[in-house]
């Protein structure tokens, strides 16, 4: 066995293959300066059978993760993408920071698994050298070989054993951009075939050998808390075994899905009123609105702030709202659970491995070492599944009973009980001076900060820093205005709140996006013209890269994906009567820059339920960095124009403490009928060296160009989502 | 409690369960065909649809009663080993994100195909108009299943 200290820990398979360890993060790099021992948390193995196997940390919801980091291993290695198993890493002391959110995992995974996938093929290639008796740089690989002088090959597996005892070189060649096979090519999805012969295996498909299935109980409105049961009705349901009180709520447990649901329905439980139980969330946007009536904490300011709107010939203010929102991943969130012996086995398909064997290590009083978790493929995540409620449930389920049990939570309890995306008001003001340039900008934001159930204290509802991480899209815009100032009022609400697609950016950009609209369109500008000169097309004066709130904004990438999303869509010729474009861009905190067009038409036949509009074009430009696969960017694309077309057609709404949209019939998902004509997505060059975001960024402009074009198109301009559909027809 | 004796996939199945119980939860939790996926419970949604007699329903919908004596083909037995027109352009066209729905939608898409053999944009639209899928991955079932028309058009099997 050797070891690169810094990076790289080389070993021998049982078997003869070759395991190369690695480190996922540059976490390494301050560890080794610290002197702390190296310790890989991934891991390559090449089997003496020249099977691939990667064990991967990072969970698949439908974003691709597994077949992009597959695909940059294989690049460096040099094995066909088809050679290449993924392994669902569970965590462990190896495993200490798994987890899948932000839009990062094919950043973070990008320098890794190319040093690793590289060594590894350099360590390969260097035993064949040594077998042949000739200079490693006389040999080559092909796919899944090393080729030698005078017709030699070798196939890796045979190779793997005598590439394990060598030492891995300081700095592996990783090959020229030029030479690449694999990324920046179209592959199919890994996981594909699995999908469409229905082996995929999700959360709910876990199935073990005894297993009972359970459904709880649960508050039917916030703040009620449980003041006694009667389960007579339940038990008396065939294949109901047992109803029992656990945090939360009821436990039904039974011996299959459709008897625990009809055991819960035939449930009696007496549910005390507590706080909350009145909740409306009209009354709460009222609030929101009264909110940003006054500004709150500052959490940026340029210049003079908001003070310089006084000096301003001219001043346009317009208030904005957003509403809650649920997840709604077609697959309800669920968990499977084990315990017995001092042991837990927890079958999830979480996007926090790490949390759910933490927690329910602590919820059990067993060491961490006690729990295993099991990530399957989840059908959606959106960042429901980095709550680890269910997981837990599971537990507090399994503990209970001698069995194996797999929690499922219905679509209603998916809908109503999850946490949601915060409603919020947004009230912005620009100042113009006599030429018609933007000299102010004030950007008030009112919600509630909470993140995955953890109450902020009381200070952290003070802090601006706090407050400004809860402000993406405010307080990191990336507009050169000469003087700006962005604030934050909380506005506490006992809904649920936790991370959603793009977390607390949809909000802001629409609100933002859109009253840029309004000033160009106030001002005479043309909108595309008015966000150049904003990012400093004509002026050198403004600084390319500007670094807001910790984010960091390239103004030049900024101003192309704009530039490019107006050439495709051809922003300068005229329309004819009766279409409209609106127009608008974002760059999301991972660095990933986006621009919508769309354009719209009214809608010739109108059935009940639908817009009166049709959305005849929808033109995306993405720069985010180096391109592993282009279709899996259209892919995604694509996703992020039907997720926001979702937020602008619906909501989750709030009456006596309790959702109203309790099942798909009322919770509003876009749907084939509501499809764009066309679109398209453009890919723009940069000279970037890393692959950054895509999954969330791809959301925030789409809705406030919808708003911008149907704004030309009817005159009457949607401030608020979901869209008033009678105020557009 | 009555057994309820119904064909899935070409096997005659017995099955002792309350003949209340939606067909979804017979193929999931008796016969373990997880492949049929549950989203909504109240047929709003598709992911659960199988094929009757050749023929799309939603198998939350259909209690086990009702199936007794019936022939029900679920993703798993659409083909063999993945070969149907549709499963193969499903692929090809990289339409699943993460992939849920997609038994429901590929299963109605199969119907369709096997009634018309060259749908319009339009008749695949609203053919699978009431599937859900919140990865918005609408556009490449339209192109995936005009893709399976073209194959199956040029020889292959409905």
Known sequence: MSTRRDFLKVSLLAGGGLLVGFRWTEAAEGAAAAGVPFRPNAWVRIEADGRVVLVVGKTEMGQGVRTALAKILAEELDVDLDRVEIEQASPGPEYTDLGTGGSSSSMDGWDPLRAAGASARALLVAAAAARWGVDASGCRTEPGRVLGPEGRAAAYGELAAEAAARTPPETPPLKPAAERRLIGRRVQRLDGPAIVTGRARYGLDVRLPGMRFAVVARPPRFGDRLAGFDSTGALAVDGVEDCFAIPGGIAVVARSTWAALAGRRALVADWRAGAGGDFASEAHARALREAVAEAGVTTRRDGAGRAALAGAARRLHAVYEYPFAAHGAIEPVAATARVESGRCEIWSPTQTPNAVQAFAARTLALPPDAVTVHVTLAGGGFGRRLGWDFDLEAVEVARRIDAPVQLVWSREDDLVHGYFQAASAHRLEAGLDASGRVVAWDHRKASTPHNARRRPSREQLADPQFLAGSSWGVNDQPYAFPAVETSYRVVEAPVPIGPWRSVFAPSSVFARESFLDEVALASGRDPLALRLELLGADDAGVPRIAEPGGARVDRLRLRRVLETAAERSEWSRPLPAGRARGLAADVFHTET????????????????????????????????????????????????????????????????????????????????????????????????????????????????????????????????????????? | MAEVTLTVNGVRRAVGADPGTPLLWVLRDELGLTGTKYGCGEGYCGSCTVLEEGAPVRSCQVPLAQAAGKRYTTIEGLSNDGSHPAQRAWLEQNVSQCGFCQPGMILEAAALLARRANPTEEEIASALGDHLCRCGSYPRILSAVRLAARRAAAGGRP
């Open chain 1, 593 to 729: 820059y986006v621009a919508h067009v769309v354009e719209v038409a009214p809608r010739a036949r109108r059935r009940p339920g639908e817009p009166p509009f049709t959305i005849e074009r929808v033109v995306v430009a993405i720069d985010c960095g180096v391109v592993i696969d282009p279709d899996g960017v259209a892919q995604q694309a694509e996703s992020g124009v039907y997720w926001s077309l979702s937020n602008v057609l619906g909501e989750t709404s709030f009456a006596r403490g309790r959702a109203r949209e309790e099942n798909f019939d009322a919770f509003r998902i876009a749907t084939f009928a509501d499809r764009p004509r066309a679109i398209e997505t453009h890919l723009v060059p940069n000279d970037d060296e890393r692959p950054h975001g895509l999954g969330e960024p791809v959301v925030n402009s789409f809705a406030p160009a919808l708003a911008n074009a149907l704004a030309r198109l009817t005159g009457q301009r949607p401030r608020r989502l979901p869209f008033d559909l009678a105020a557009l027809g």
